[in-house]
Structures are given as structure tokens and as C-alpha cells.
């Protein structure tokens, strides 16, 4: 099984930028076959998706609302997935996690069905 650890979150100003790591751990020789995905959850919101990046490392999906200011990269050498945030604003703030699946799909359709959540790192943007 592979475990998911994010880091890099962090306090911010609006339109600053940020660089979100997602780590696998454990059983990660099939993690590169795997779709990766990011997702945030806002203080009394439900979660919601933000961005996902699929085994074959130029296939990306992005929320409407991230278009044009976060990217998606992954380093399957390294076993880690990349959220890039830019041109932040005060919306952005959540706690943004990650999780992963072998069809993307799941992650940009169906991540309710998602188990294994980690603990998430935490993004605030100041206005």
C-alpha cells in the first residue's frame, strides 16, 4: 500500500505563490502507474478538486477555478507529485490534500470514494 504525505503549504499574500509536494511512501514501485490528484477543503466547505495528473505525465485535469494559475507536475523518479500555485488569492485558502488511483476519473469525478486521507497542509492567503 502506498502511503501520501503533502507538505509546503504555508502563510501567503494575494498573488504570491506557493509549491505543494505530494510523497509517496511504502509500496511505491507501482506508484508512477498511478493517477495522482490534489484536492483542497476550505473551514466548513466540503472538499472539493482542485487538480489531478495522470500515470502518463502529460495528461492533466484542473478545476475551472485554478486554470491558468496552478500547474500539476510529477517526478516519478522521485516518487512525488507537484501542485504549483500562483496568482493566489484569499479563496485559495484551505487545507489542500492529495490522493491517488490508478484512473483518474476517480479523482476528478468520484474522490468521495477516495479512502486514506492524509493530514492535509494547510494554505492561507492574506488579503
Known amino acids: 500500500q502506498v502511503q501520501l504525505k503533502e507538505s509546503g503549504g504555508g502563510l501567503v499574500r494575494t498573488g504570491g505563490s506557493l509549491t505543494l509536494s505530494c510523497a509517496a511512501s511504502g509500496r511505491t514501485s507501482s506508484f508512477s502507474m498511478y493517477a495522482v490528484g490534489w484536492f483542497r477543503q476550505a473551514l466548513g466547505e466540503e472538499r472539493e478538486f482542485v487538480a489531478a495528473i495522470n500515470w502518463r505525465r502529460g495528461y492533466t485535469e484542473f478545476a475551472d477555478f485554478v486554470k491558468g494559475r496552478f500547474t500539476i507536475s510529477r517526478d516519478n523518479a522521485r516518487d512525488v507529485v507537484f501542485l504549483q500555485l500562483n496568482s493566489l488569492k484569499p479563496e485559495d485558502t484551505a487545507v489542500y490534500y492529495c490522493?491517488?488511483?490508478?484512473?483518474?476519473?476517480?479523482?476528478?469525478?468520484?474522490?468521495?470514494?477516495?479512502?486514506?486521507w492524509g493530514q492535509g497542509t494547510q494554505v492561507t492567503v492574506s488579503s
Open positions: 490522493n491517488a488511483d490508478p484512473d483518474i476519473r476517480t479523482l476528478t469525478s468520484s474522490f468521495s470514494l477516495l479512502r486514506n
